[in-house]
């Protein structure tokens, strides 16, 4: 079973950038999500990264500001955060997906690791 570990979370002020990482051994044979859950909130899909063709879909709070990729080689995949605002605060994870299409539904998703906190704050 995948262990995912995410990291690059902080605490950064309005409209700083971050860029979080997402790591498991055999990840780039998988599509991958971003999620993030705030206090008092349901965890809300994010971003979404086809494995091999590099397609990718957005939450429409996040579209134009943040990115996802991936480096198969590494087994990496990356979310970077641009122009951050403080309600992008959150424990952000990422997670494989069992749905062979673009989704940001989590039960789609499986495999979750422990998360990364991501503060946005003056």
């Known amino acids: 079973q995948l262990q995912l570990v995410e990291s690059g979370g902080g605490l950064v002020q309005p409209g700083s950038s971050l860029r979080l990482s997402c790591t498991a051994s055999?990840?780039?044979?998988?599509?991958v999500g971003w999620f993030r859950q705030a206090p008092g909130k349901e965890r809300e899909g994010v971003a979404w990264i086809a494995r091999m063709s590099g397609r990718t879909d957005y939450a429409d709070s996040v579209k134009g500001r943040f990115t996802i990729s991936r480096d198969n080689a590494k087994d990496l995949v990356y979310l970077q955060m641009n122009s951050l605002r403080p309600e992008d605060t959150a424990v952000y994870y990422c997670?494989?997906?069992?749905?062979?299409?673009?989704?940001?539904?989590?039960?789609?998703?499986?495999?979750w690791g422990q998360g990364t906190q991501v503060t946005v704050s003056s």
């Open positions: 997670a494989v997906s069992i749905a062979g299409f673009a989704t940001l539904i989590e039960d789609d998703f499986d495999g």
């Open positions: 055999g990840l780039n044979l998988y599509n």
